[in-house]
């Protein structure tokens, strides 16, 4: 592959809901540029873009896939992302690192929830985009129909590029408005507008020099003054409202077909920016103040890596776009957040799975490099002089969530590191050991999400888990004050133990755990204190009613005895564990659960259906409004109501609606629930001790 300078370089994200046809239309692009000689399919697994085993047994794209197409001596870099909602975290490192994107639309089916999901983020990051209305050679096919659909969605300004020639099995080219003429079938060759377009062309034709004209004053001036404008003033007026946002321009294509492929990549050339035409990226300076990074090889080196890959045969993989500067193969970087040294080996540009080795790599280039060792997604190689640091852009929290557990013992010390290395590779997944429920979790966007990561690390990484339903972490604590004592004797052959400990237990919202120590007169020695209090806490870890930890609570010893022979630490570690746990049964003992603030953003027509089973779930809304004509619901929900929320919302709203939640915090059971809680883990723990 060719050396290419930034001004010839495009980064282009294409994103949609699952089944428009990115990775078809990113294999016909290869197959029209003589990338590849033949078109692979979905169907058979022979796609470029989709080339993991998974991807392949599930028909669909489960990680973003890097497609350079080599087109009128330009590198385009097509990002074909996946577009199930589960992998939404690959669409946004694709859009973070991306200069523009292309939102693809079934003619048939419109817009769905992926591709309104891909445009919130392709809003959020201010990228330029394309509407592409692809499929149009499906039966049903309805260019105006989507268009409009779209136009009530996004509440963007669109204007149509071109027009389909045809519709369905009709669908033969498309109808270029820039240069008012016909390109049937890959678009190569220009012919005259049929007759039957010819008044709608040059009715839509005028809606876009009008469009063009608003980008430039003197453009402005010139059409108002003449009523036209060249087409090259129409195109310099065009990129000068798409790079604004303040217009979307929409094409039609047949992906599979091969069909308006030469108009739109021309459109992408003349109309998405290239990496210096971008705006310059806000990060963190050598002593903290903020930078702006440009394009620009003459700057100083910044590349941010977005990715990262593990390769049963390559090993570790990173993905990285030069953000400022040049980089070059075998040479020494900086990793910025680590702070510690990289030694590069060879760059490669990757097309697939297929690896292009290359020399240098330009500012705005992506590019990859196997085999670093500390360098993970997020982090930013530089010059050691010149340390900056790119920020990551913020995903979602997790959705999902299960217990997960090694099948053997064997895999059991494999089991942190892999999670690990699965979490390195993906922002969206996280996991954590949680102590009141002693298992491991492992979290993610949704039930697909997880699967894909629970069969890559048995494929990958060779360990294998059974997943179960986490356990809610319930605490326990106290309502009241109580008090008991309890008095420790055991007499055999030789040494007795002797103690006696007289305790108070009560609540206190202010900390976890305060200790006083109220004994006058030598009843208890001090010296025996350490012990008393490693007892309490020896309880307050396993629980007293529900084996779940004790929090907020306040313990003062206030009597006892001891025995001038037979008290022992070890008697009045005893002693102090079982008073404990009658003084916490007699304080009005309570659990509490975790409450989530849960914010739902849901198609006004659901929203009847979402509130009435919020009201199930002991949901306390707390406000209801409305956002780009959907409505938005915030409300406090226990976490025990929530295991299979993400799930269940799809089937409620026709997999439109998205929440995002995050930990509130604590708060008392009801009490018919108590009962049933401290039952069920009565069962398991009795269970645990029968094995």
Known sequence: MKEYTTEFIRNVALVSHSSAGKTMLAEALLHFTGATTRMGNIKDGTTVSDFEEEEIRRGLSLSTTMIPVEYKDHKINFLDTPGYTDFVGEVISALYVSDAALVLVDAVSGIEVGTEVAWSYADKFQKPRFLVINKMDRDNANFKKVLAQAEEIFQARFIPVQLPWGEGADFQGVIDLLTMKAYRGKGTEAEDIPAEYADEAEEAHMALVEAAAEGDDALLEKYFEEGDLSPEEVMRGLKAVVLQGAYVPVFAAAGEKEIGLAPLLDAVLHLTPSPAEAPPVKAEGPGGEEVELKADDSGPLAAYVWKTTADPFVGKITYFKVVSGTIHSDTRVWNANKEVEERLGTLHILRGKEQIAVEMLHAGDLGTVPKLSETGTGDTLCDKGYPVKIPMPEYPTALFRVAVKPISQADSAKLGPTLTRLCEEDPTLSWYQDAST??????????????????????????????????????????????????????????????????????????????????????????????????????????????????????????????????????????????????????????????????????????????????????????????????????????????????????????????????????????????????????????????
Not at 507 to 519: G, I, K, L, Q, R
Not at 629 to 649: K, N, Q
């Open 438 to 691: 002693k298992q491991t979790i492992l979290q993610g966007m949704g039930d697909q999400h997880i699967d894909v990561a629970i069969r890559k690390a048995k494929s990958k990484f060779q360990l294998t888990m059974e997943t179960e339903e986490p356990k809610v972490p319930y605490r326990e604590t106290v309502t009241k004050t109580g008090q008991a004592q309890y008095r420790h004797k055991k007499q055999t052959g030789g040494a007795g133990q002797f103690a006696e400990v007289h305790m108070r237990v009560e609540p206190n919202p202010e900390s976890d755990y305060d200790f006083t120590w109220e004994v006058f007169g030598g009843a208890i020695s001090s010296s025996f204190q350490p012990s008393i209090e490693k007892g309490i806490k020896g309880v307050m870890k396993q629980g007293v009613i529900a084996g779940y930890p004790v929090v907020n609570v306040k313990i003062a010893v206030y009597d006892g005895k001891e025995h001038p022979v037979d008290s022992k630490p070890v008697a009045f570690e005893i002693a102090s564990r079982e008073a404990f746990k009658l003084a916490f049964q007699n304080a009005g003992p309570v659990l509490l659960e975790p409450i989530y603030k849960v914010r739902i953003t849901v198609p006004e027509a659901s929203m009847g259906d979402v509130l009435g089973d919020l009201n199930t779930r002991r949901a306390r809304v707390q406000g209801m409004d409305t956002e780009k004509g959907r409505s938005v619901i915030t409300a406090e929900v226990p976490l025990a109501e929530m295991l299979h929320y993400t799930t269940d919302l799809r089937s409620l709203t026709g997999g439109r609606g998205v929440f995002e939640m995050e930990f509130s915090h604590y708060q008392q059971v009801p009490a018919h629930l108590q009962q049933e809680i401290i039952a069920a883990r009565q069962r398991e723990l009795q269970a645990e001790k029968e094995k």
